[in-house]
């Protein structure tokens, strides 16, 4: 088995302290760690800009923290009340026992949100396209990587003897170096496929998030301690992310765009709606806080898949249904 769990889980648990959100104010700010800024993330944006966490009585302050284990750290160090990140890592962490764990406690995205990028158009594509040639993959360990490796899989590619996989550009660099030259094949998250298309740098010919299926890509977590202390802070939150939610599936994707455009600067309305449509078209958005439990086992399945799995543990265990019974009743 491989020990990529054990080099996320290690800078977390160094950190780890008791935490207590404080509700004495009327307004309450909650401190938001999310892993990267993405428009997969829409609703959460939606939520701030629409007034919906606002109207709980909840000031969202959202904090990019770039990666999976920064993000752990900035939950575990007090410095995150909630994190918006990959519910794998729960895990990884979980796995270490620590003093106070941490729980799933909303769903955000329910598929994978990657894109199998060309370089060059391919007509009548299918996956037997991809045997010898040079693919640039996400980081070993973290979901998108997993996820794509369970849906060659699937469609009779193994990424140790069909592809040639490179692993060793960071996240941030790895659309840089397609557009450079590398690779026949990229797994490209968005908004990044969709311009890559509009410039002719490559093509999109296959959507990991359809190949895959439902699992909770990225979810809300909080320590055991926050739900001990202030259980109606996430009830809060998770009936405010409940609206967001149904904006994002009910609003036309300009709508939702416009709500949204101010997180992502360098990027066009117009552009924002196109991902937002493809998004939308397969189910990447959870319609609610819910975390489904066969897609919960799916996503430990495709852990031990990939060797990444440190240790199986129940729906019970590490997702809390109890905050979002309160929030929708």
Partial sequence: MKKTYRRLVAP????????ACS????????????????????????????????????DINITTTWGGDTTMTTLLADSADVALVGSETSIYVHAQNPSDSVVNFGALT??????????????????EDLRGKEYLGQRAGGM???????????????????VTLDQSIDFANIAGAFASGS??????????????????????????????????????????????????????????????????????????ATSIAPYFDETSEQLIAQVIERYRNQDSYAKDPYIDEDGWEHLQNIMDDSGELPERFGYEELVNRSITDQALE
Avoid at 115 to 120: A, Q, W, Y
Avoid at 144 to 162: C, K, R, S
Avoid at 237 to 245: D, G, H, I, P
Wanted: net charge negative; no cysteine; glycine share 8%.
């Fill in 183 to 256: 690779g026949d094949f990229v797994q490209l998250f968005e908004p990044q496929a969709t311009e890559f298309e509009e410039e002719g740098l490559g093509y999109v010919v296959a959507s990991f998030g359809e190949e895959s299926g439902i699992l909770p890509y990225t979810s809300f977590i909080t320590k055991e301690s926050t739900i001990e202390n202030n259980e109606e802070m996430l009830v809060k939150f998770n009936r405010a992310l409940y609206k967001a939610q149904q904006f994002v599936q009910e609003e036309d994707v300009d709508t939702i």
């Fill in 23 to 58: 509700t004495d104010s009327e307004t309450e700010t909650v401190e938001v760690a999310e892993v990267t800024r993405s428009i997969f993330y829409a609703p959460l944006y939606v939520g701030v800009e629409e007034g919906f966490f606002a109207d709980e009585g909840l």
């Fill in 144 to 162: 998108p990587q997993m996820a794509g490796e369970y849906a060659l899989a699937q469609n009779g590619i193994d990424v140790d003897e069909d």
């Fill in 12 to 19: 977390v648990l160094a950190v780890l302290l008791l935490s």
């Fill in 110 to 127: 329910q598929t994978d949100g990657t894109f199998l990028v060309s370089r060059e158009p391919i007509e009548d594509f299918t996956f």
